[in-house]
């Protein structure tokens, strides 16, 4: 994997971590992956455009914290794409 640019390894980072099957906010990915919230952010948008992960926002009114935020989980294609990585 030392051959891919650092971002690139940074978005396989990330899908192996929701490979997991549990839906994180980009918060806890940036927390677990130890990089910005705005790295988390720019990565899964790309992922999402590959329909590698499926970003929902939460509205502030919807949010029990009174905050919008985004909930991340891997989609079906994610989990092959993990899986031919090993």
């Known amino acids: 994997m030392s ?6 390894q940074k978005k396989i980072e990330l899908l192996k971590i929701l490979a997991d099957g549990k839906v994180y906010t980009y918060y806890h990915l940036s927390k677990i ?13 790309f992922l999402e455009l590959l329909n590698l992960v499926e970003v929902i926002k939460v509205d502030r009114e919807e949010s029990a914290s009174g905050a919008a935020s985004y909930r991340v989980k891997i989609t079906e294609k994610g989990l092959e794409f993990v899986e031919s990585l090993k």
């Open 3 to 8: 051959e891919l640019l650092k971002s690139d």
């Open 33 to 45: 992956a130890k990089t910005n919230y705005e790295t988390v952010k720019k990565n899964l948008s």
